[in-house]
């Protein structure tokens, strides 16, 4: 198939998927697509699948691109996925370049992108007290339209979560100052690049995400060192 129609099935679970992007991929190794005689690209469903799994696990997992072709190299030897992460419609299990047959497209609902206030409550189960203090110390705040995003939705839920061990709103101020830190310098890497626009802008729109990954990945590692510092 040719990538405008690989584009069409991976928006159906990814919807900021785009051409650029799959063409990221590619450059980086994750996926090898035929070349016909003139040079189009021809997609199998093996592929579209290798590609479901990688946007799967960058998003979900906020893995760097390096694990997951890892990840991809562990399953193209025949070993199981270590992250199990697969789309609608795809078969859980090692990695096997087949696809299982997908519900029709308009019987899947879009993913919801926009949340009022009484949403947000109810998605985050959050009582409006916490979201409240959660605005006051910057941590979520709405659009200019009076609505909130997904990520409005995951802080409040994550920041709920944390309200039940005795983690305030007005404990995290230090979690947003650091993720606007690492966002400025992450943006220092690929502003020029989105500056040029055309296929090196969307390469940029790659590089943060893999930026992101590291990032996510880094904070981790060193949270987890200094814990056992504190216990040893």
């Known amino acids: 198939m040719s990538i405008g129609a690989v584009l069409e099935l ?9 051409i ?3 063409r990221y991929l590619e450059d980086q190794g994750l996926v090898e697509p ?18 479901r799994y990688v946007l799967g696990v960058q998003r ?6 390096r694990v997951i072709r890892e990840h991809l190299d562990a399953i193209d030897h025949g070993l199981e996925a270590p992250v199990g992460r ?5 078969a859980p299990g090692p990695f096997a370049p087949r696809l299982v047959e997908a519900p ?16 947000v409550l109810i998605a985050a189960e959050i009582d409006d007290d916490v979201l409240s203090a959660l605005e006051s110390h910057g941590l979520v705040s709405a659009r ?5 995003d997904a990520d409005a939705v995951t802080v409040a839920r994550t920041a709920g979560e944390l309200a039940t061990f005795g983690i305030e709103p007005r404990h995290l101020r230090a979690f947003r100052s650091a993720a606007d830190r690492e966002a400025g310098l992450i943006e220092q890497v690929t502003n020029p690049l989105r500056a040029r626009g055309g296929d090196v802008a969307a390469q940029a729109a790659g590089l943060t995400q893999e930026l992101s990954s590291l990032s996510v990945q880094l904070h981790a590692a060193l949270l987890k060192a200094a814990l056992e510092r504190g216990q040893a």
């Open 60 to 65: 979900d997992h906020y893995m760097p691109l």
């Open 10 to 18: 991976l928006r159906q679970d990814f919807p900021d998927i785009s």
């Open 144 to 148: 200019a339209a009076g609505w909130f």
């Open 86 to 90: 697969f789309g609608a419609g795809l």
């Open 20 to 22: 650029s992007k799959i």
């Open 104 to 119: 029709p497209a308009q019987s899947r609902p879009e993913p919801q992108r926009r949340f009022t206030r009484a949403q």
């Open 34 to 51: 035929e070349r016909t005689a003139s040079g189009y690209r021809k997609f199998t469903p093996g592929h579209v699948e290798r590609l």
